[in-house]
């Protein structure tokens, strides 16, 4: 049985289901490809989010939704998909890479296409001025597009920019329950009639599937990622990512599928119980991720690093937290460059702190406490 959900506007855009399939972990085979969508179809689920750098996603999805329309008559009119490209690249160069990925997914046009991962000045630049500009400008132009946006992973002062500059009509952001600081950004695009897709709130939000046992106790009766979805939806996100691999993974998005109202007093109580979980573990020493330690002499991402501390002591999500800390310096501009291990102890940054952190001490006890053999990437 196919659940009805509750849609929102998604920008310029059709409106999006609540929870999106992202795709990046379903590229094994066909089989694989075609059992999630079906899955996502049944969730209430409408739309689906992809990349041509996601090796064989386009082609393996342009097959499912051929072999869901023929053999389940589920309609391949009635999603929708977004893709994205990577900020780079002269005109013809995209124009032939956007050709294929109409080839792959076996349409004659997108809905919404996304700049890749704009996450250096450069790459704005390159949309707002450059090669990208005039590239957007003619698949727009052509009918090929209805909307474009952006992803990114960058800083907090280029997201803005990118939201501010009213060239998008949407973006996908980390938009965590425990890590709140981009909470602000999205707001601002919503403001501005964007849509707003939340990057993976179950794996990159603290790996959330898996919850260390504390966090469980301090969640009940509800599961912490349960409580992070509703967070994240009652704040007006339009869409939450869901990277599926088996059809157990859509068992709280059809429980949430429309659930988009207030948080009830039970969640808040919930939501204060975790609070007070961190708390009661990091005591004195919990970085608010307040900013105001930045800038940091040796360009260290402090509270990008003593988030990680906050997770893994004070949620107890210490696997996560060492997987993250252990790509910094190994991911490109995807993510940071330095490690606590560039601090210079050169203390600039205590005086800055309003909860008066020994910010070098706690960088020397973060690194100690995660640092470890880096596992590889998903895509790299």
């Not at 977004?82 to 046009?109: A, Q």
């Amino acid at each position: 049985m196919t659940l009805h959900s509750q849609k929102r506007s998604f920008g310029k855009g059709c409106n999006v289901s609540l929870f999106t399939l992202g795709t990046m972990r379903a590229t094994e085979n066909l089989d694989k490809m075609y059992s999630l969508i079906k899955s996502a179809y049944h969730s209430g689920i409408n739309h689906l989010e992809t990349a041509a750098s996601y090796g064989k996603a386009e082609i393996l999805i342009g097959e499912a939704l051929k072999k869901l329309e023929t053999s389940e008559k589920i309609i391949k009119k009635n999603w929708i998909i977004t893709t994205k490209i990577l900020p780079k690249g002269d005109f013809n160069y995209l124009k032939k890479n956007f050709e294929n990925s109409l080839t792959n997914l076996k349409l004659k046009k997108i809905h919404n296409l996304a700049i890749h991962g704009i996450n250096i000045d450069e790459h704005l630049d390159w949309v707002l001025y450059g090669e990208g500009r005039k590239f957007l400008k003619w698949v727009i132009k052509k009918g090929l597009v209805n909307q474009i946006g952006f992803s990114s992973h960058g800083s907090y002062s280029l997201i803005e920019k990118a939201i501010n500059s009213n060239f998008f009509s949407f973006c996908n952001l980390h938009l965590h329950f425990l890590d709140q600081s981009k909470i602000k950004l999205a707001q601002l695009a919503l403001k501005k009639n964007m849509g707003v897709l939340a990057i993976s709130p179950a794996d990159k939000g603290g790996r959330l599937y898996s919850p260390s046992d504390n966090l469980l106790k301090a969640s009940a009766p509800y599961h912490p990622l349960e409580l992070a979805y509703r967070f994240l939806l009652s704040k007006g996100i339009t869409t939450l990512s869901l990277g599926a691999t088996k059809a157990g993974d859509f068992n709280i998005a059809k429980k949430l599928i429309n659930s988009s109202q207030k948080l009830t007093s039970s969640e808040i109580s919930a939501l204060e119980n975790i609070e007070k979980l961190a708390n009661e573990e990091l005591k004195s020493s919990k970085c608010e991720q307040c900013r105001s330690c930045l800038p940091c002499p040796s360009e260290i991402p402090i509270p990008q690093i003593l988030l990680l501390r906050n997770i893994s002591i004070g949620y107890g999500q210490l696997e996560f937290a060492k997987e993250r800390y252990n790509l910094i310096g190994r991911a490109g501009h995807w993510w940071e460059e330095k490690n606590a291990s560039f601090c210079i102890e050169c203390n600039k940054c205590i005086p800055k702190c309003p909860s008066k952190l020994n910010i070098p001490d706690l960088l020397k006890q973060t690194h100690n406490l995660l640092v470890d053999k880096p596992k590889k990437r998903l895509w790299s």
